[in-house]
């Protein structure tokens, strides 16, 4: 690579933060961008390691190890280094169609495999893929390349999160027509409500919907297929079909009090902010307010996270996270070797925001909510807890064990509910008569991506269940292979 003692010269350094209670007065990116010269040391610090771990990904124990779009960081690391941005943002786009929206919103699953990673911080991955693609958008270089060579062949595309436009974009390059189905108002799926502004902001996601627009891609909002887009007029008109619906069936928390007002889907929350956010500033009052409430965020993940902070701009009374798990190490366990994901005490954007406010971290650990208890109106004032104790059993599955004497009450007026999602939404794949696997995902082979119905795909979240944005693009381009493949019986997509 670039410098042969650029890990050794250079500590690892990543997009700073802005101050954390400064930045929860408003919904702006809580990152600012690092200058070129910081870059350039960053880039350095890719090692010409002989094998990269970095750029394949994988599952081990259960978890992403590597970058499952095969994204070509040492090369564009390097490129970095040598100061070829233009060089730079073709590697990166050659095998992520979207490197804004990862750059942004993934865990860097790239990181954890980093072979730096051993001994030493690993390489800033995901911010340097992040500069790479702004200074593409801001020196004018990301530009619309519609197919030279039109095909006469018509792709319906179910959804139109990441995995439905990456899907698209790459069809379209294949020189078909592409029309993307979104049921709701504004393009993007959980990447627009998903996931709040100050961590992906609707107007990048609408920079690159717009991108698809002038390359000939066509999306229709606030349509429903199977409802208000019969599902017999979209098997005559299109000559192949992909799903890429995702996996929004909530997992829900079944205990006493669970029909109390006031306990909510995270997602719920979260897609009702972002569109009055969106819409109005929040001025026409159109979501579900935190103000001046405890509010209990029951999960750990990310979701959990973007409650947090969402809760902390609406200016809560007090805040605090259940985690089913008891508190990590600051370093991986003998059982978390190099390269699977490091499973470690982490410090997200939300915690340190909420730190900051309310004085100590907001996560209670080794958590299990017992029952909701409501006032006399039906709202819910309190939350019942005990401690648990987490182990395996001899099959591998995990076992809870109640703790007796850790039981507790908690004040709240809004629950919200982030233990993730159980799998697609059932009544539209019944309309197709599309086959479900055991845990209620579209029955399609992973690299073949195939239904039961023929000229039918699936791709995404619907197919392999609640996972990552890089695992949705790398299953759209892969699933977009495949329906090429079958329209023209061969394909030059990768």
């Not at 698809?212 to 019969?230: C, H, M, Q, S």
């Not at 007090?318 to 190490?329: A, N, P, R, V």
């Not at 978390?336 to 996560?363: L, S």
């Amino acid at each position: 690579m670039g410098k042969p003692t650029g890990f050794i010269d250079y500590q690892r350094q990543t997009r700073p933060e802005r101050d954390p209670v400064t930045r929860t007065n408003d919904w702006d990116v809580y990152t600012l961008p690092l200058d070129e010269k910081v870059l350039k040391q960053q880039g350095a610090r890719c090692m010409d390691c002989g094998i990269p771990t970095c750029h394949t990904g994988t599952i081990l124990n259960e978890m992403t190890s590597g970058c499952p779009v095969n994204h070509l960081i040492p090369e564009w690391n390097d490129l970095v280094f040598q100061g070829q941005w233009q060089e730079a943002l073709k590697r990166e786009h050659r095998m992520n169609n979207f490197p804004e929206f990862t750059g942004m919103a993934c865990p860097a699953p790239c990181e954890g495999a980093c072979v730096l990673g051993i001994n030493e911080p690993p390489v800033a991955i995901r911010s340097i893929e992040l500069e790479i693609i702004e200074k593409g958008f801001k020196e004018g270089w990301v530009k619309p390349e519609p197919p030279e060579i039109r095909t006469d062949k018509k792709v319906a595309i179910v959804g139109s999160g990441p995995a439905g436009l990456a899907c698209g974009a790459q069809l379209n390059k294949a020189g078909h027509k592409v029309t993307v189905f979104e049921r709701h108002d504004r393009v993007g799926g959980l990447l627009t409500y998903g996931i709040p502004e100050m961590k992906l902001p609707y107007a990048v996601v609408e920079r690159r919907v717009n991108l698809l627009k002038a390359e000939g891609i066509t999306f229709v909002t606030n349509t429903v297929v199977g409802n208000d887009y019969p599902i017999s007029t979209l098997q005559t008109e299109f000559d192949a079909v992909v799903l890429c619906g995702g996996a929004t069936k909530h997992r829900d928390l079944q205990v006493d009090g669970r029909e109390l007002k006031g306990i909510h889907y995270a997602m719920d929350f979260l897609h009702a902010n972002t569109k009055s956010l969106l819409d109005s500033n929040l001025e026409n009052g159109d979501y579900i307010s935190a103000k001046d409430k405890d509010v209990i965020v029951i999960g750990g993940g990310d979701t959990g996270t973007d409650c947090l902070a969402t809760s902390i701009r609406h200016k809560c009374k007090s805040l605090t996270q259940f985690d089913i798990y008891e508190k990590k190490g600051d370093t991986r366990a003998d059982d978390n070797p190099w390269p699977q994901w490091p499973v470690i005490h982490r410090v997200e954007y939300g915690q340190k925001e909420a730190a900051a406010v309310f004085g100590e971290d907001p996560r209670a650990y080794a958590v299990m909510t017992k029952k909701f208890v409501g006032d006399e109106n039906g709202q819910v004032k309190e939350v019942h807890t005990i401690n648990v104790e987490t182990t395996m059993d001899e099959n591998g599955r995990r076992v809870r064990k109640e703790i007796p004497g850790t039981e507790k009450v908690w004040p709240a007026q809004l629950v919200l509910l982030a233990i993730g999602f159980t799998g697609p939404e059932q009544s539209f794949l019944q309309k197709l008569d599309v086959e479900t696997d055991e845990r209620s995902n579209v029955k399609a082979e992973y690299g073949k991506y195939k239904t039961n119905i023929k000229g039918v795909f699936a791709a995404g979240d619907m197919r392999r269940g609640q996972s990552l944005i890089v695992w949705a693009i790398n299953e759209g381009r892969e699933a977009a292979r495949e329906c090429d493949k079958y329209l023209m019986g061969e394909t030059k997509l990768p």
